[in-house]
């Protein structure tokens, strides 16, 4: 079960001291609701600091897991470890705290339109390694601005915000900036699938190799209407399920991503499970995607893979 470093809690645990519960609830249904019914049309979401650390107290466990989960893969198909990192559209920096757990970086960037999100996300990095806490923050919007190189350039659940007519200018803007690896993480919806399928088109005419979560094969072989997605289950805090409105100890955040690179992936995966195993006396039917296309599998307990299997799941290498 996924969570996040101590430090990130702790940090966040002081953020939000002697902020009325009540009403970091109301702030933290109506963001959620916002995020609900306004994406896609990229208007702006929050511009209250009391907002923003509502927001990171509701979403970064669950931002954070899914960054880490798409980057931890991402980099052991690629073979990279890079150094330096653009974060765009950070929000609270949820994403850079997961690559910061998972490489030494030596420099960060986070770019962030809003100010309230700025506030709060280097508020908390200052709890951070040396890296994250010395992170530069600065005011900027992919439609309008430039971005800085980094070799690695992560986008979180930052292009299905913009508006349509902007997703593949934005996508192109942080293709260019990655010196080594570009990383998309979107919801995992049909919408947020159908984003990364259109960069991963746009992107792979520009040169760029598909590292994760693929197979190597030339093209998306999922039938138009169809799409697949990825989950990873967040422990929740006695606040966080007060924000949320729930009391399960646990949620299951979806999400879509897709990592590229500038250079041939040194280990990309043969073949990766896209529904939940069908599970028969013997028997474990699985439905892959592979570098041949989407296909159905079968394996007995006589199979060398049985042992593997009985505990694979959807969204597992294979």
């Known amino acids: 079960m996924a969570q996040m470093p101590q430090a990130l809690q702790q940090a966040l645990e002081r953020e939000l001291t002697g902020r009325d519960a009540r009403q970091m609830e109301r702030d933290a249904a ?7 019914t306004k994406t896609g049309e990229g208007r702006r979401l929050l511009t ?17 897991a899914a960054a880490w989960a798409a980057l931890s893969e991402a980099l052991a198909c690629a073979g990279i470890e890079p150094k330096t990192l653009l974060d765009v559209g950070a929000g609270t920096g ?38 994250l806490s010395g992170a530069q923050w600065i005011s900027g919007d992919i439609t309008a601005d430039a971005l800085e190189p980094a070799e690695l350039v992560v986008e979180g659940y930052m292009l299905c915000e913009l508006a349509a007519d902007a997703r ?12 080594k690896m570009a990383l998309f993480i979107e919801p995992g919806t049909p919408q947020g699938f159908a984003n990364l399928a259109c960069v991963r088109r746009e992107l792979a005419c520009l040169g760029a190799h598909v590292a994760a979560p693929c197979p190597e094969n030339e093209s998306c072989p999922m039938a138009e209407g169809d799409w697949c997605h990825f989950a990873v289950r967040v422990q929740r805090t006695r606040l966080h399920k007060a ?12 999400f879509c991503y897709l990592a590229l690179t500038k250079e041939r992936p040194k280990s990309v995966c043969e073949a990766r499970v896209l529904r939940h195993p ?23 307990k006589k199979d060398a893979l049985w042992k593997r299997v009985r505990k694979i799941g959807a969204g597992d290498a294979l």
Do not use: H, N
């Not at 923003?52 to 954070?64: D, G, I, N």
């Not at 490489?103 to 100010?115: K, N, Q, S």
């Not at 599970?279 to 989407?294: D, M, Q, S, V, Y």
């Open 30 to 36: 109506a963001i959620s609701e916002r995020y609900r």
């Open 48 to 64: 209250r600091r009391d907002e923003a650390a509502a927001y990171a107290a509701a979403r970064m466990p669950a931002t954070y």
């Open 94 to 131: 949820a994403a850079s705290w997961a690559a910061g757990d998972l490489l030494e970086l030596t420099r960060v960037t986070c770019m962030e339109r809003e100010e309230a999100m700025r506030a709060v996300g280097s508020s908390l990095m200052r709890a951070g390694s040396d890296a």
């Open 168 to 179: 593949m200018a934005a996508a192109r803007k942080i293709w260019q900036a990655a010196e």
């Open 243 to 254: 924000l949320k409105g729930g009391d399960a100890p646990f949620e299951d955040e979806k």
């Open 278 to 300: 069908q599970i028969a006396p013997g028997r474990i039917g699985l439905t892959l995607c592979t570098a041949e296309g989407i296909v159905g599998k079968s394996v007995t």
